[in-house]
């Protein structure tokens, strides 16, 4: 009887898992859409990617979910892990979006609170400093301004 040599697992599968969270810089008459979460903070709209989903279908879907609008998912704008708490870390994927002119916005039951804030009123809002970085890059975009 001969034994076949077992081969170790390949090293990136001990490698630490991140959730993925794929968000959306929704710019309109010059405010940014952005939604307040249970921890006190602003976000920008998106979520959890899912399983054979790709990042630009997963926050197409998200802001139609969370905001109801269907929007044209234009660059990547950023990607940074976000610590959260101990132990809950997610990596974070930004895209500049566009969508038609609106004047209402809903929000899901997932979040408190929808808002319209210009440039100025983000930089003073409870927010992570990647959503805010995240806003100036698409700010700044030229396609932003399409």
């Not at 100036?136 to 399409?146: D, N």
Request: charged share 20%.
């Amino acid at each position: 009887m001969s034994s076949c040599p077992v081969s170790p697992p390949p090293h990136d599968n001990r490698a630490y898992r991140f959730p993925v969270s794929v968000k959306g810089v929704i710019l309109n008459a010059g405010r940014v859409v952005v939604l307040y979460n249970e921890r006190a903070e602003w976000e920008l709209p998106g979520g959890k990617l899912e399983l054979g989903e790709t990042p630009e279908a997963c926050v197409q879907r998200e802001i139609q979910e969370e905001v109801g609008l269907d929007v044209r998912v234009g660059p990547l704008l950023d990607t940074w892990v976000y610590h959260i708490a101990a132990g809950v870390d997610v990596l974070i994927v930004t895209y500049g979006c566009a969508a038609p002119p609106f004047t209402t916005l809903i929000h899901s039951p997932e979040h408190k609170a929808v808002g319209l804030f210009t440039l100025a009123e983000i930089e003073t809002r409870p927010m992570p400093e990647g959503y805010k970085r995240s806003i100036r890059a698409w700010a700044a975009h030229p396609a932003a301004a399409v």
